[in-house]
């Protein structure tokens, strides 16, 4: 056997994911694909703005002298320096090309400051329920992951985040709006936390959904509440451009050792095999900076599936943002209940894949057509869980007194 031990047990870990796609194959089968109703994929249903199409046709139809050749690993520096006065224009931080690397995406950047600065053993704070990929990412770097559980309405719990904090303890990472539970960390907790982030340890603030809001709110700028943060952005979510893998990493001016970060991550960006992000989507991005996906059309999911659940019993809140809807499962034991969707053919990610049992996942970048189908399936599923389906009823994910 040829695998390594660490990622056959890895794989193992990931097995959620798998099985749900496995189920997927087997349903499809047995009742034919247009009765089988996929919540569990984070995945655009929409296509780019047209912006970002025209700005890909220009910068082909440019075809500029070595636009497909090597360049710094860090991204082209006309690219950067937009990406910089784009930033340090919204966050009142002064960014400069300098601060930017331009990665494959959020997970490229993730993985490239832990590489930076993880030795093994060193641990690094996720809030419980979170992105189950962040595990890998953290043991893909000798990393331990140290999971804390998040407080009233799954906002970060401050008094339990300084409680894990060790002398290895080099970094936290925030996700807001947030994967899987759609809160919006509101500003009051990012203060708080400011106040315990101290040297060595980073807040890596991932933020692929920054422009995935809903109902009108503003979403508090983690680079300026936050001294020792950098930021993990991706054009993925906010362009529907997920297969194009570009994003970029920003570490700020004022970290005493920006300068030994940015070059420890220009290097690993290049020794982990990304090299540089892709050339095309760097110029494309660069042309069309502020194009996002229209958001009324998640909005108005979110509100027909929120309210059609919270109509059958379940305790569904609107999320304020990202793509999920986070409801409780009627029965304590998600995996029974996710059982029970699946004899509807519907199906959704347990919480426990996410660390949080009792909770499901529902995406919804599901097409609104089978939404509406699938909400039959939902009812009935409900329906046979009796009494034990009525449970505690909560408010919307992340409200909060202030949000910037
Ligand atoms: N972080 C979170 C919370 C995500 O949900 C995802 C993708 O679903 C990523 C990071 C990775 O995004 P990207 O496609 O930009 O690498």
Same mark, same amino acid.
């Given at each position: 056997?040829?695998?390594?031990?660490?990622?056959?047990?890895?794989?193992?870990?990931?097995?959620?994911?798998?099985?749900?796609?496995?189920?997927?194959?087997?349903?499809?089968?047995?009742?034919?694909?247009?009765?089988?109703?996929?919540?569990?994929?984070?995945?655009?249903?929409?296509?780019?703005?047209?912006?970002?199409?025209?700005?890909?046709?220009?910068?082909?139809?440019?075809?500029?002298?070595?636009?497909?050749?090597?360049? !710094?690993?860090?991204?082209?520096?006309?690219?950067?320096?937009?990406?910089?006065?784009?930033?340090?224009?919204?966050?009142?931080?002064?960014?400069?090309?300098?601060?930017?690397?331009?990665?494959?995406?959020?997970?490229?950047?993730?993985?490239?400051?832990?590489?930076?600065?993880?030795?093994?053993?060193?641990?690094?704070?996720?809030?419980?329920?979170?992105?189950?990929?962040?595990?890998?990412?953290?043991?893909?770097?000798?990393?331990?992951?140290?999971?804390?559980?998040?407080?009233?309405?799954?906002?970060?719990?401050?008094?339990?985040?300084?409680?894990?904090?060790?002398?290895?303890?080099?970094?936290?990472?925030?996700?807001?709006?947030?994967?899987?539970?759609?809160?919006?960390?509101?500003?009051?907790?990012?203060?708080?936390?400011?106040?315990?982030?101290?040297?060595?340890?980073?807040?890596?603030?991932?933020?692929?959904?920054?422009?995935?809001?809903?109902?009108?709110? /503003?979403?508090?700028?983690?680079?300026?509440?936050?001294?020792?943060?950098?930021?993990?952005?991706?054009?993925?979510?906010?362009?529907?451009?997920?297969?194009?893998?570009?994003?970029?990493?920003?570490?700020?001016?004022?970290?005493?050792?920006?300068?030994?970060?940015?070059?420890?991550?220009?290097?690993?960006?290049?020794?982990? #095999?990304?090299?540089?992000?892709?050339?095309?989507?760097?110029?494309?991005?660069?042309?069309?900076?502020?194009?996002?996906?229209?958001?009324?059309?998640?909005?108005?999911?979110?509100?027909?599936?929120?309210?059609?659940?919270?109509?059958?019993?379940?305790?569904?809140?609107?999320? /304020?943002?990202?793509?999920?809807?986070?409801?409780?499962?009627?029965?304590?034991?998600?995996?029974?209940?996710? /059982?029970?969707?699946?004899?509807?053919?519907?199906?959704?990610? !347990?919480?426990?894949?996410?660390? /949080?049992?009792?909770?499901?996942?529902?995406?919804?970048?599901?097409?609104?057509?089978?939404?509406?189908?699938?909400?039959? #399936?939902?009812?009935?599923?409900?329906?046979?869980?009796?009494?034990?389906?009525?449970?505690?009823?909560?408010?919307?994910?992340?409200?909060?007194?202030?949000?910037?």
């Amino acid at each position: 056997m040829s695998i390594s031990r660490a990622i056959a047990e890895q794989m193992e870990r990931s097995s959620w994911i798998r099985r749900m796609f496995e189920i997927g194959i087997q349903l499809r089968k047995e009742r034919g694909p247009e009765n089988v109703f996929d919540y569990t994929l984070g995945n655009p249903d929409v296509e780019p703005p047209k912006a970002v199409i025209e700005a890909l046709r220009r910068v082909v139809a440019e075809n500029r002298p070595h636009s497909h050749g090597y360049m !710094p690993n860090a991204g082209f520096p006309e690219v950067r320096a937009a990406v910089a006065r784009r930033l340090a224009g919204r966050t009142g931080v002064p960014f400069t090309a300098d601060d930017i690397i331009m990665t494959t995406g959020a997970a490229g950047a993730i993985n490239t400051v832990l590489k930076s600065i993880l030795d093994p053993g060193d641990e690094v704070i996720v809030l419980n329920p979170y992105f189950p990929e962040y595990r890998f990412y953290i043991e893909n770097h000798g990393g331990r992951v140290v999971p804390v559980e998040t407080g009233d309405r799954f906002q970060p719990d401050v008094a339990r985040i300084a409680a894990a904090i060790t002398p290895r303890t080099k970094a936290i990472i925030l996700n807001s709006p947030n994967n899987p539970t759609g809160a919006i960390y509101c500003a009051d907790v990012l203060r708080e936390l400011n106040a315990i982030i101290r040297e060595p340890m980073l807040a890596i603030c991932d933020e692929p959904y920054r422009p995935i809001i809903f109902d009108g709110v /503003r979403l508090p700028e983690t680079q300026s509440l936050i001294e020792r943060s950098v930021l993990a952005w991706s054009w993925s979510k906010a362009m529907a451009i997920a297969g194009e893998r570009i994003g970029y990493l920003a570490i700020p001016p004022r970290l005493t050792e920006a300068e030994a970060l940015r070059n420890a991550c220009t290097f690993a960006n290049r020794i982990l #095999g990304y090299i540089n992000a892709p050339a095309i989507w760097q110029w494309v991005v660069a042309q069309a900076l502020d194009a996002t996906v229209d958001v009324s059309h998640y909005e108005a999911k979110r509100n027909r599936l929120c309210d059609a659940l919270t109509e059958m019993g379940y305790d569904a809140p609107r999320p /304020r943002g990202s793509y999920y809807v986070f409801p409780k499962t009627p029965l304590p034991d998600d995996v029974a209940f996710i /059982r029970l969707l699946q004899a509807e053919g519907i199906l959704a990610v !347990p919480g426990a894949g996410f660390g /949080r049992g009792g909770y499901m996942r529902l995406s919804i970048t599901i097409p609104e057509e089978e939404m509406e189908r699938s909400l039959p #399936g939902f009812e009935r599923a409900m329906r046979k869980c009796g009494n034990a389906g009525a449970r505690t009823l909560t408010g919307s994910p992340g409200t909060c007194r202030t949000l910037s």
